[in-house]
């Protein structure tokens, strides 16, 4: 499936501050929700995720039930400036961002654009010598 990635704004017609049943009716496709742990401290850190591994991605949502964030990895087909992400060698992923976002962060597993609350993770099964992008995030301004 493709996404057409907006920086800030959402994923195709899916947009960042939508509730979950607007998501899910939007999708309109089989899930598993499961609630990640931000690792932080008590019951309240407990962020409910819709998980749609069939097709290759999660919607994560605040304790309110709006979407905050989207995680893709393959089979999906996030494209960002009409540009398919996951399997792109990094190099090319990463020029793609700075251009973006001259400002990115980038360390061991990948490039992060806070700016545009986007980025990439290296995918580790790929061979080292031509490492590609293995899976894509996107959130609402203020998210990564």
């Known amino acids: 499936m493709i996404f057409k990635i907006s920086p800030l704004l959402g994923v195709n017609d899916i947009k960042f501050g939508m509730s979950i049943d607007e998501v899910r009716a939007r999708l309109a496709a089989e899930f598993h929700t499961f609630n990640r742990n931000l690792g932080i401290g008590g019951k309240e850190d407990f962020l409910p995720t819709d998980s749609y591994q069939d097709l290759g991605f999660f919607c994560h949502f605040t304790s309110g039930g709006f979407l905050e964030a ?14 398919e992400l996951i399997g792109m060698p990094v190099e090319e992923g990463t020029l793609l961002l700075k251009r973006l976002d001259p400002a990115v962060a980038i360390d061991s597993d990948g490039v992060t654009s806070d700016r545009l609350s986007l980025g990439f993770r290296e995918d580790m099964e790929a061979d080292e010598d031509d490492p590609r992008v293995g899976s894509f995030f996107v959130g609402r301004l203020g998210y990564y």
């Open 70 to 83: 989207m995680d893709f990895f393959p089979p999906s087909r996030p494209m960002l400036e009409g540009v």
